[in-house]
Structures are given as C-alpha cells and as structure tokens.
C-alpha cells in the first residue's frame, strides 16, 4: 500500500501526468484512484434511446469514469493560451503552447492522426467579425470526434495499464498530510505516498474544496457562465466551421455591457444531457464517423458571471437556476427562439411545426421562466449580432436549450509548479481553476509528470 506517487483521478490532467511519468521513469511506483468506471462500462443508460429525463444515476457515467468529463465529449483540443484557462500565467506563454502541442502529438500517435487540425490563421472571418463587433480569438483545434476519442482513450490506458496500478469505482474519502508523505484513505483501503496528485477535474469541485479547506490551502471564488445550447441547420454556419471548426467569439453586449462567447461548437452533431452533482445540465456531441453526423449544427452561448463581496458561492447560484430548469421542465427546456423573442412560450403544437428538428427530446417551455433577464437579454442581443456573420442565426426556428452552465473549480493558490504550499502535493487541470479545457488540463499534466519523475530515477 505504500508508492511513490497516488494520482487521484483519472481525467486529461492525471493520465498525462501518469503517462509522463512512466515514459521517463519506469522505476516509479504509481497508483491511480478513480471513482467513476473504467472505459467500457462507462455508458450512460439513456445514450441513444432520447428519453429526456435522466435517470440521475449515482455517478454520472458522462462525467466520470476513466478519461474524465472529456472522454466522451467531442475530443475537441484547443491549441491557445487564448481561451480554455491560465495555464500560461504559471508555467510561461511559451512553454504553455509547446506543452499543449506535446499533448497533440501523444494523441495522434495514439489514434488521432487522421484527425484534421483546424486554423483560424487563414480565416478572413476575423475581420468579417470585427466589422459587427465580434471577436474571433485564434487558436489551433484537434478534432477528434466523440467516437474517435474514446478508442484514444483506451489506446493510452493499454499503455498506463501495464505500468501502474490502477483502480476504478473507488471514491477517496479523506488526505491526510504526514511528515513523510500523504496518506489517501477510500471507501475500501487506506494507501500511502511520498508525492500526491489531485486532478479530480470539474465534477470534483466540491471534493476539492473540501480537501484545500481542510488542510488550510487558500482558494478563490471563480466564476461561472450561464447560458444556452443553440441549434440550428448546418447549412448556417457551414462557412465558418468547414474553416475554423470551432470558432470561439466574444461578445460586449451594447445593452450591460457584458461579455458573452461562442463554446463547444459542434458542426453536425447533437444536443445531450449530462449530470453534475445530480443537476442536469445540456451539452453537445460531434462525432468523426460520417454515418453520425446529424443535419444540424450547435453550440453554447455562455454568458460570464462574477461576484463580488458579500456573496462568494458561484457555482450555487448557477446550480440554482440549473435546478429551476430540471423542475419546471423535468429536466432541460427547449424553446423556438421566434417564441422567446415574441414573449410566449414553446409548445409541442410549435415545435411540430418546426424546420428545426431538435437532436435532443427536451420540455418545450419558455426559457424566460428560468433565465434572469440579465443574461437572457445578452444572449438575445448575441444571437442577432451572430446573424451577421452567419445569416439565419436569428431565425424563428432556432432551437435554444437551457441551461448550460459551465461551473468552473475555485482557483486554488498553486505555485509556478502547480504545487500547493503543503510540499509534494500538486492540483491539477480543471479541479484547480487553472484550466478550463483538454488542452491546457493535459499539458498541466505533462509539466507536473516530468518534473516527478526524477525523483527515483
């Protein structure tokens, strides 16, 4: 029961950490601990069969499991310091980048090499955006597709698991900090180590916080962005995904003078569920196999909220407006963007009689009921600036899913080696608010697996 390294979870930041580490230092002796399934049996009950309630299993086989949330998302990796975190701000703008684009190279080495890398350095959709106030932030976009991912995914742990021990369905209740190491205690053992990684990702927020206020590590309140998953016809923004791919573009609203952006553009895909912390919450799915592609197009229109004092708890007031949502409509809502602007809600007479035909069997409702009239003004206001550039965003038949909400971890106080001020214990990816994206989460990994691994060397 005694190793050199625990790595607690088994999402981009800890499989690139242990992937790291047992490339340079096969003498190291790793465990791995992760409360969700391992691969194979990470299905979620009603994939495919569109029922619209979620059954809210005990653990959400879309977040968790081996792989983390990203397993079974779209495989999408933005190659920037533009976007998807502040891993940069830690580690330097260009180590950041040469880290990310290690990572690309590991996946395409592992399945991805026909999976096409995208640019918006020789798009014009820059300055066509600009002209109506929009802006396109540049990056480099990996798309692996849904399907794709997954065989990636088991092709790296083929190789993790012949190196180190790993276990699944296994929850880590309490870290104990001891003068010669950690002590990590489960629901079913007790193990010890000299150095501990925590890369437990979004959905171990909670855990998380839990584990830096008992061992008196400082940790700030970061924001949370609350929105909806548009769906329209791919013919509409065609033009720009068959370029860019995912085109992240930001929005200063005239009206409050709010940010609001483009996320997880899906061309082709579909709408899914997915549960946080028994919340459910609306996401979107693109897959690489041509016989999956759907005839539709979606993507998330997130606004950013940030809070000042007295109230600090973000991420509860997005859950809250989450939970509004999962009762008025027994999960997610979908409404006719024509009915939300016309002030009356969807029904199924209105959604019969749609061109767009939802990927997703969602509640009609009226997004109104759920939304604040803050952030609902600034998505309006975004969808007609959207318009612009790709005509038919604003059509009556757009369909918009609520909510989304992206909680992001408090940030954690980590130094320039994501390490926490408790010696030999380092926070990784997204559980540390540093990172919000594949990307950014897997290079974290890979800087913290190369600087561990020569300690037995």
Known sequence: MNYDIIIVGAGASGIFAAYELVK???????????KGHSLDKRICPIDGKKIKTCIQCPICNIMNGYGGAGSLSDGKYNITNNFGGELYKYLG????LELMNYVDKVLCSMGGEDAKLYSTNNSNLKSKALQHDLHLLDAKVRHLGTDRNVVIMGNIFKYLNERIEIIFDTEVKDVINKNDGFEVATDKETYNSKKLILATGRSGSKWISKVCSKLKIRTESNR????????LPAEVFEHITDKVYESKIIYKTKKYGDMVRTFCM?????VVTENTNGIITVNGHSYSNPELLTSNTNFALLVSNRFTEPFKNSNEYGESIARLSNMLGGGVIVQRFGDLVNGRRSNERRMEKSFTIPTLKATPGDLALVIPKRQ??????????LNNIAPGTANEDTLLYGVEVKFYNSK????????TVIKGLYILGDGS??????SQAAASGVYVGRLLAKIKE
Do not use: C, F, Q
Request: charged share 25%; no cysteine.
């Open 24 to 34: 340079i230092n096969s003498n190291l002796k790793i465990l791995m601990i992760e």
């Open 93 to 96: 703008y260009n180590e950041a």
């Open 224 to 231: 949370v962005d609350i929105g909806v998953r548009v769906e």
């Open 266 to 270: 899906n061309p082709h895909g579909e």
């Open 376 to 385: 609902l003004d600034d998505i309006i206001e975004m969808i007609y600036a």
């Open 412 to 419: 954690v106080e980590v130094d320039s080696n994501l390490e």
């Open 433 to 438: 608010g540093v990172t919000h994206s594949l």
